[in-house]
């Protein structure tokens, strides 16, 4: 089987490069993965993708834009790529199917996951009260009390997110100091409505179908600080308390992994893992934004965007990277 464009992932990054490349007149497959339609898949409500007034169930935006994009003829494979060779054109892609795939270009949009916090009662509440993505679904929770777990400057960030819409919000750290600049936790102490509880895991996730607290485990004598309070405890002793806290919302922030295993050592991953970009220039003028370091191997969405993680930056940047192989493409013809 041979392609002008293989996409390599089906979440808003790689369904909007389909869409591109087909309307564009080439042969286009998207290998979706074994969970095709990407992190969306994992949530309910969508209220910040343009054009649905209302708002839209996560798996309902990603099989309009499926349908989108096998309606103007795009082929899938609902299996996991499992190992590319770009070594020589044409590229190929191996699914664990018998058939070799060639493609004159690939796009990678292989996404990334959240780190979620692996207690009980977190999987089953994904989407309803957990969330990793404080901007798509602090809105949620407006006037209302929530967590935030880690210690990162992403934490920090989604911290000071929802502190602008809910009534309190409390960090839980596992350590007895956080790991983010100085500037975002300065940011972070500032704000009345952030509390932090130093030396606390998050052990159990309560509620049945929504979140209604949690249980936590806190490992020295007690260590709930005032974000005012900018001495730091020490976890002097080997004391456990152990806790029920009411809450209405947890927000994961312990970091993503980017979906990248399959690249390594073929394409330029950052110590992350996420996919490095290789901007090419004609003189002054940009001409591919999307490129890696492999010519005719182009990037999209949250597998290379350790920065904005949302589903419309996801599209654009698989938009983008559909124009460059588009122009990839013709350039090889002439
Ligand atoms: C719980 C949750 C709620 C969210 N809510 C919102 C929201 O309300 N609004 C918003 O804008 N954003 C939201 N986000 C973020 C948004 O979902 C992501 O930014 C967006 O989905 C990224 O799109 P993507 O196409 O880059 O990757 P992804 O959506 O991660 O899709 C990547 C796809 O590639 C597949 N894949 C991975 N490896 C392979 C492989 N080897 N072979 C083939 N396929 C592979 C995966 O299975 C997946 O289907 C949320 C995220 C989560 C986790």
Known sequence: MSYDVIIIGSGPAGLTAAIYNIRAGFKVLVIAGYAWGGQLMLTTEVENYPGFPDGILGPDLMQKMRQQAENLGVEFIDKDAVEIDV????????????????????????????????VPGEKELIGKGISSCAPCDAFFFKGKNVIVVGGGDSAMEETLVLARVVNSVAIIHRRHEFRASQIMQDRVFANAKIKVLWNTMVTEVLGKDKVTGVRLRNYSSSEARSQNDSSRPFASNNNTKESEMPIDGVFVAIGHKPNSEKFIG?????????????????????????????????????????????????????????????????????
């Open 87 to 118: 070594n020589k054109r044409p590229f190929k892609v191996y699914t664990g199917l018998n058939t070799q795939i060639e493609g004159r270009t690939v796009i990678i949009a292989t996404g990334a996951a959240t780190k979620w916090l692996d």
């Open 266 to 334: 073929r394409i330029d991953l950052d110590d992350k893992g996420y996919v490095i970009r290789h901007e090419q220039y004609e003189g002054k003028l940009l001409k591919y934004w999307s490129s890696t370091n492999v010519d005719g191997v182009f990037v999209a969405g949250d597998v290379h965007d350790y920065r904005y993680k949302q589903a419309v930056t996801a599209a654009g940047f698989g938009c983008i990277a559909g124009l460059d192989a588009e122009k990839w493409l013709d350039e090889q013809k002439g």
